[in-house]
C-alpha cells in the first residue's frame, strides 16, 4: 500500500462529491473499477483547500488539475497476535433502522435506512463490534466531528463523523491487515474510514 499526503484546491473540496471525484483524478484509466484507496481530511482552509491523508493500493499520480500529492511513501505494517498498537480512526457509527412511516422499496419491503449514533456509549460498542475477533479496544477516546452534508442523486443526507483515538491489542493480525486495507464501516467515499495505525 501507499501513503500519501494530497492537498486539493478550494474549487475541487467544497462538497464531498467533488472532492471524490477529485482524488479519482489520481489514478487515471480506472472508471471501471472498484475504488481502492482510503483517505482522511486533516485541515481544512474555506476558500483555500483541504489537506488529506490517503492511503491507496496503487501510487497516485503527482499531481493533476488542481490536486497536488505532496508526500508518498510506501507503507506496510508487520502486525502479530497479541501487539498493542495506537490507533486513529474517523468513522461513521450508525445502525439501521425500518421506515417509520413503512414505505417500501422497488421490491415491496419497507425501505430501511441509517441513522448515526450519537451516545459516546452507543458509538463505542460500534466499535467493538467492528472490531470483534481482530483486535479487543483497551483504551479509547471519542470526539464528534461536525455534519458533513452530500447529496446522491436528488436525494440530500448528511453524516455526523467520529474520532476514536486510543490503544488497542491485536488478536488476529491476517484480519487486522485486511481491515486496513479495507476500511470501517460506511461512507468511505466521504472521508471516512481510514485506520491509521502505529506499534504502541
Known amino acids: 500500500m501507499f501513503l500519501s499526503r494530497v492537498l486539493v484546491s478550494w474549487p475541487k473540496s467544497k462538497s464531498a462529491y467533488a472532492l471524490h471525484q477529485a482524488l479519482w483524478e489520481l489514478f ?79 421490491k415491496g419491503e419497507v425501505k430501511s435506512c441509517r441513522v448515526p449514533l450519537i451516545k459516546e456509549e452507543q458509538q463505542l460498542q460500534w466499535l467493538a463490534k467492528k472490531l470483534d475477533g481482530i483486535a479487543v479496544p483497551e483504551e479509547v477516546s471519542v470526539s464528534n466531528g461536525l455534519p458533513m452534508y452530500f447529496k446522491k442523486g436528488n436525494q440530500a443526507g448528511k453524516i455526523v463523523p467520529v474520532q476514536f483515538e486510543g490503544i488497542a491489542r491485536v488478536v488476529n493480525a491476517d484480519a487486522f491487515s485486511r481491515l486496513l486495507e479495507n476500511g470501517v464501516g460506511p461512507a468511505k467515499a466521504l472521508g471516512c474510514g481510514m485506520l491509521s495505525v502505529a506499534p504502541g
Not at 491507496?56 to 503527482?62: F, T
Not at 510506501?74 to 497476535?81: G, P, R
Open 28 to 106: 487515471p484509466n480506472r472508471l471501471d473499477e472498484a475504488r481502492d484507496f482510503l483517505f482522511r481530511v486533516e485541515h481544512e482552509k474555506t476558500g483555500q483547500g483541504i489537506m488529506l491523508l490517503m492511503q491507496s493500493k496503487q501510487s497516485p499520480l503527482e499531481a493533476v488539475e488542481s490536486v497536488e500529492v505532496q508526500a508518498i511513501r510506501d507503507y506496510k505494517l508487520n502486525l502479530s497476535e497479541g501487539q498493542r498498537i495506537r490507533f486513529l480512526l474517523k468513522a461513521n457509527p450508525v445502525k439501521t433502522i425500518k421506515d417509520e412511516k413503512g414505505r417500501k422499496n422497488a
